[in-house]
């Protein structure tokens, strides 16, 4: 089956850096790659997705990054902000059907 | 989101106790899905179900079974607790049609002793 690993599994960042989470998956068939935001206490929560026909979308502060080739992925935040501090799940999906394969997760931490 | 509950938010039991976690939803979906959230280990897939009729094991199913009385419920039973199954389970929902966003529910902190 897919394995997700993600790193690093704590990020401590001053509020107005960047902060960029990596991961990497084993099945060259994974052809989906969301990453999900849970702040403390909350459910995680969709930020951003990014399809394996695409190498890169961004949304407003937020970013994906893919590169096929190497099987990795990664989450970039610029100008990052206190409400930026939650724990960050990646995951990757082989297929329609299949069911999505978690990363371990990253607690990012912003300091003001 | 409001449209994806889970009852009881938080819960003790004691080993070898039967215990039900309960999912329910109103967005409509037809896929249902229970994770558990451990420190370090991400978010596991215990069952999954595309509709009334059909359930899926997961990558964690031992010591779990499932049951979809409707599209909008899809209820968790560990049939004997034992305390590795201490955890934070999460209930998730997605369309079967732009299937790709998983919406989870709130959450049951459970603590087996």
């Known amino acids: 089956g897919e394995n997700v690993e993600q790193h690093p599994s704590t990020l401590s960042v001053q509020e107005g850096d960047s902060a960029v989470i990596k991961c990497t998956y084993s099945d060259s068939a994974s052809n989906y790659f969301p990453w999900y935001k849970q702040e403390l206490g909350k459910r995680p929560q969709l930020i951003i997705d990014i399809r394996s026909n695409v190498g890169e979308k961004k949304d407003q502060r937020i970013a994906v990054t893919l590169n096929k080739t190497a099987k990795h992925f990664s989450l970039h935040i610029t100008e990052t902000q206190p409400e930026d501090s939650a724990v960050y799940f990646c995951?990757?999906?082989?297929?329609?059907?299949?069911?999505?394969?978690f990363g371990g997760g990253t607690r990012l931490m912003v300091k003001p | 989101d409001a449209d994806v509950t889970q009852t009881p938010r938080n819960r003790i039991t004691k080993t070898g106790k039967r215990i039900m976690l309960e999912c329910s939803q109103t967005k409509g979906h037809d896929r249902m899905y229970w994770y558990r959230q451990d420190p370090g280990l991400g978010l596991r897939l215990i069952y999954y179900?595309?509709?009334?009729?059909?359930?899926n094991k997961g990558e964690i199913s031992d010591g779990y079974s499932v049951s979809r009385q409707a599209q909008a419920k899809f209820s968790l039973s560990l049939e004997s607790a034992i305390p590795n199954q201490t955890a934070l389970y999460f209930c998730?929902?997605?369309?079967?049609?732009?299937?790709?966003?998983?919406?989870f529910g709130p959450g049951t902190r459970l603590l087996v002793l």
């Open positions: 179900s595309f509709d009334v009729k059909d359930i």
């Open positions: 995951a990757a999906r082989i297929g329609a059907g299949n069911m999505l394969t």
């Open positions: 998730a929902t997605s369309d079967s049609i732009v299937q790709e966003t998983q919406y």
